[in-house]
């Protein structure tokens, strides 16, 4: 907005400003045009919520427009990759394209599991263009109360014991 006060500053009438936007403006929806023709791939990346409980980790992904066909889930080690593709719409060559906002083409997204995440058990939901994916936890290992043996019930009796044996 500031450049455009400085050129209104420096005299010049509001049809020429009004007629470098729209040659801008003609220029991009060629060029656009152009690209949308040869165009395989974006900078898709789905939009991610991640939610923690007691219970889990649930990751909600934005995949508008997208089949649960077209999508990818693996884990490997600690790493949760999730990838597809989102296909983009054909355009008639005699449309023209005015704005197009929504992107498309291929995406990958990566998620560091945390060491308590159960990965044999992470299970995925598909719905109204959201993938949910339940990561989970596992279970934690309680304390446990170790007994202090003292005299004929002491370890390293036993282990003085098996050692006199075997040397025997």
């Given at each position: 907005m500031g450049a455009l006060g400085l050129w209104k500053d420096r005299g010049l009438p509001r049809s020429i400003l009004r007629d470098f936007w729209d040659v801008i403006d003609d220029f991009d929806?060629?060029?656009?045009?152009?690209?949308?023709?040869?165009?395989?791939?974006?900078?898709f990346t789905p939009a991610c919520d991640i939610r923690e409980n007691d219970e889990a980790f649930i990751l909600a992904l934005d995949i508008p427009g997208v089949n649960k066909e077209e999508v990818n889930l693996e884990v490997d080690g600690n790493t949760l990759k999730v990838s597809g593709s989102r296909q983009g719409e054909s355009s008639n060559k005699n449309d023209e394209i005015y704005r197009y906002e929504r992107s498309f083409g291929k995406f990958e997204r990566m998620f560091s599991l945390p060491e308590n995440v159960d990965a044999s058990s992470i299970e995925a939901e598909h719905n109204n263009g959201v993938l949910t994916i339940y990561l989970p936890k596992k279970e934690q290992r309680k304390a446990r109360k170790i007994k202090i043996g003292t005299g004929n019930q002491s370890f390293l009796k036993k282990l003085t014991q098996k050692q006199e044996t075997k040397s025997e």
């Open positions: 929806n060629q060029e656009l045009s152009r690209k949308l023709d040869n165009y395989s791939e974006s900078l």
